[in-house]
């Protein structure tokens, strides 16, 4: 499946993944952890979903499924 094949299922929500575009993010572990952001982009579905998360301050950061949980 193509980038574009994947990002147009993802925003018709044709996907069983956790998190969809703007969605509220945190980082549970690795460089960004603690940190909050929302989901711009789905990169990639295997091995795992992999999202690419904005920041508040305009940066950007790459994170698979089980490094995130939903921001409050």
């Known amino acids: ?3 574009y094949e994947i990002e147009g ?3 018709e929500k044709r996907l069983a993944v956790a998190y969809h575009f703007d969605d509220a993010v945190r980082f549970k572990s ?3 952890a603690g940190e ?3 989901i711009v982009a789905l990169f990639t579905l295997e091995p795992f979903p992999t999202y690419v ?8 950061g790459v994170a698979v499924e089980p490094d995130l949980e ?3």
């Open 70 to 72: 939903r921001a409050v």
């Open 9 to 11: 299922l993802w925003v």
């Open 36 to 38: 909050t952001g929302r």
């Open 1 to 3: 499946m193509t980038q």
């Open 30 to 32: 690795g460089e960004h």
């Open 53 to 60: 998360i904005e920041f508040p301050g305009g940066t950007s």
